[in-house]
């Protein structure tokens, strides 16, 4: 490497690294981004994408059991890990060299090695080859990312114990298993074991399951979860566990309950920032209680010329999130005064079963934020493309502003459950932040049979009158 002084230097290669580097560089920017593993980070390599590929297979495995349903007669399904695994790992890399392949294109330095600040805007680097060197940048963005939490009393061993680490890389389809943790990842998680043919106890702290969406939406996934035979259970805390003697299981201990025997404990309570390696300390970065790095509304942390994003700051931790927060990094570092980012409508998409997906403010958020609220409630029950695919469990739920003569105006949030809801979401995402009033949104047509009609159904009726609602 010749260059010693880039425009940008950037610590860490996940989505919020790579992507700001990807977007300096189309602006012209010369980048330096340092990574000590591969380039992606874990949403491409032990996050999103592996858990997708897997929850796809999952899908496959599915669809093929009911495929009689349908007039398909097929041999029974049976599930070959091994196989999904090498296409999994087959996409990772196809995806890898796509990214590698951009950042070669815009010209991006890459350093492979651990890079550390030392200095104002400088970062000294231990490569992975044991060499040692040292950039400096008008402006250093920390993007290191994140790893799994765990709870006191369970070791991860990879064999028992697992985080998402490790269980993205399951040799066998345990018997049972207990996934700790009722949120987005745990979800999925449960969702892939149980079509893999798992017995799946899911255990959550709180009192509800996917504590981030709406409570209908939560209480009607906990159902469709039990329907299919997962026993979830809220309001449980675990105490550790107790290995059987002869290492093939264990029993999750349950402080306010019934202990949980199981050969498998998925451990699936969120992430925690990775800045151990940064040394934020010595150049005075602040970070809070919990271990983010503090950032105003364009990710600037107290340093000047440093920034922090994506899993290091406490902002969804969604891959996404990181994509805009680094387009946002580079405008504020290019003076071109970008618009911060809105936090409270930002898409959020869960791949269990089934899927889930929002944006914007939940019932009881509305409420509690001041609004007059109206709301709209239909369920695929009543869908004729959910009905022709088989899928009819969930719903959508929209929440609008209730104006003073009592119509419905402005949408704060669309929460949606059912088949294929990460890919309707787009619709009422647009609507949600351009804030289109139900009148607007209602006067567009929606394409027959889709599922995405019932989103419309659901705006019509907020407007006093509907079809099929």
Not at 225 to 252: C, I, L, N, Y
Not at 376 to 396: C, F, L, P, W
Not at 448 to 459: A, I, M, R, Y
Request: hydrophobic share 40%; charged share 20%; proline share 4%.
């Amino acid at each position: 490497m010749s260059d010693t002084h880039f425009d940008l230097v950037i610590i860490g290669g996940g989505p919020a690294g790579y992507a700001a580097a990807l977007y300096a560089g189309s602006a012209g920017l010369s980048v330096a981004m340092i990574e000590r593993e591969k380039v992606g980070g874990t949403c491409l390599h032990r996050g999103c994408i592996p858990a997708k590929e897997l929850l796809e297979t999952a899908t496959l495995l599915r669809d093929i059991t009911r495929a009689r349903d349908f007039g398909v007669l097929t041999e029974p399904g049976r599930l070959e890990l091994g196989t999904a695994h090498k296409r999994k790992h087959a996409v990772i890399d196809q995806l890898t060299a796509g990214v590698q392949t951009l950042l070669k294109r815009r010209k991006v330095q890459t350093l492979a090695g651990t890079g550390r600040l030392t200095a104002d805007r400088a970062v000294s680097v231990e490569l992975n080859d044991g060499g040692q060197t040292s950039v400096t940048g008008e402006c250093i963005l920390l993007a290191a990312g994140s790893v799994p939490r765990t709870l006191p009393g369970f070791d991860v061993d990879g064999k028992l114990v697992m985080t998402s680490d490790e269980v993205l890389e399951l040799p066998e389809v345990p018997a049972t298993a207990a996934v700790i943790g009722g949120g987005a990842i745990g979800c999925e998680f449960a969702s892939m074991l149980r079509d893999f043919g798992t017995q799946v106890t899911i255990l959550e702290a709180l009192d509800r399951i996917v504590p981030g969406v709406d409570l209908d939406v939560s209480k009607a996934l906990a159902r469709a979860f039990e329907k299919q035979g997962m026993a979830v259970r809220t309001g449980v805390e675990v105490q550790g566990h107790t290995p059987r003697g002869d290492g093939s299981g264990t029993t999750v201990n349950v402080a306010n309950g019934d202990d949980v025997d199981v050969d498998l404990v998925v451990m699936s309570i969120g992430r925690r920032p990775f800045a151990d390696l940064l040394g934020v300390d010595a150049l005075g970065v602040e970070t809070d209680e919990r271990g983010f790095v503090k950032v105003d509304s364009y990710c600037r942390t107290n340093v000047e010329g440093v920034y922090a994003l994506g899993d290091l700051i406490a902002t969804p931790a969604l891959a996404h999130v990181g994509f805009a927060e680094a387009i946002m990094v580079v405008q504020d570092v290019l003076g071109e005064a970008p618009v911060p980012i809105d936090y409270d409508r930002v898409p959020w998409a869960i791949y269990c079963h089934p899927e889930v997906a929002f944006a914007g403010l939940t019932e009881s958020q509305a409420r509690d934020a001041g609004y007059d609220v109206a709301v709209s409630k239909h369920r695929y029950v009543g869908n004729s493309r959910a009905v022709i695919i088989g899928e009819t469990d969930g719903m959508v739920k929209i929440i609008a502003e209730q104006q003073s003569d009592g119509r419905a105006g402005r949408l704060l949030g669309v929460h949606i459950m059912g088949p294929w809801a990460t890919e309707q979401l787009g619709q009422a995402y647009l609507a949600v932040n351009w804030e289109a009033n139900a009148d607007e949104v209602a006067a567009f047509i929606q394409p027959h049979p889709t599922l995405s009609e019932l989103f419309g159904e659901s705006v019509l009726a907020l407007t006093g009158r509907s079809l099929h609602g």
